[in-house]
């Protein structure tokens, strides 16, 4: 079974700056996940959908950060414009259903904004 | 906002040593999760316990859950080189599947 994919792996960029990150989950996965993970801490959830619709996004910056599943698989994140605190790893993640507990994750994008 | 406490921060020990590490949670949960990550890589799920569950084995883990003190643990036995990582603890909650994570802790296992 092919896992979490996810690209690119490494970017950098000037702050002010867009970047996009693209994921596409384990085929049949319904639930995707985007995690913000700064240096030395744990992964901070910023959006979850089900299917093609969002469960949650109560801790993403929407002034700056935006997100879609259109067609209910594949997802992408961007950040438009780009602060020097988003220098972060962006995980993926996704799971079976909206109640199923464990989640699957992706290598991540490491971002570096300078 | 993070829900987990971990404890302690960093942790080496000499292979075949046990490791343990704590995870105290602030808010009632459906369960507690512990998460594995390498260096530069992605979360490797390791073992979920709910919250009806006191213990629960995994090959060489071993996870507590105490409810009434809000906290878990994870002791890794006959520790291996290969276990080098950061371990997550991260609580379920409500019907979403959302998880909150703690902020690790860095196991150095030396050979």
């Known amino acids: 079974e092919a896992g979490v994919a996810q690209s690119p792996r490494y970017k950098i960029i000037e702050k002010r700056q867009s970047v996009a990150f693209w994921c596409n989950p384990i085929?049949?996965?319904?639930?995707l996940y985007w995690y913000q993970q700064i240096l030395g801490q744990g992964p901070k959830l910023l959006i979850q959908f089900q299917n093609n619709g969002v469960v949650d996004d109560s801790q993403l910056p929407k002034d700056r950060f935006s997100a879609e599943r259109l067609k209910g698989v594949d997802s992408t994140l961007k950040i438009q414009p780009a602060k020097l605190e988003d220098s972060a790893v962006y995980l993926c993640a996704s799971s079976l259903g909206q109640g199923e507990e464990t989640q699957y994750f992706g290598p991540g994008t490491r971002l570096l904004v300078l | 906002s993070q829900q987990g406490e971990e404890d302690p921060q960093a942790l080496s020990i000499q292979e075949g040593e046990n490791a343990t590490m704590n995870c105290s949670y602030k808010?009632?949960?459906?369960?507690l999760q512990w998460y594995r990550q390498n260096s530069g890589r992605g979360l490797v799920h390791l073992i979920l316990i709910r919250s009806n569950e006191r213990e629960k084995h995994s090959g060489r883990l071993r996870v507590t859950l105490d409810t009434s003190k809000k906290s878990s643990s994870l002791l890794i036995t006959a520790s291996r080189a290969a276990d080098t990582a950061s371990y997550f603890c991260?609580?379920?909650?409500?019907?979403?599947?959302?998880?909150?994570f703690g902020q690790g802790t860095t196991l150095q296992v030396k050979p």
């Open positions: 085929s049949g996965h319904a639930t």
């Open positions: 991260a609580t379920g909650s409500g019907n979403t599947g959302k998880l909150i």
């Open positions: 808010t009632s949960i459906n369960n």
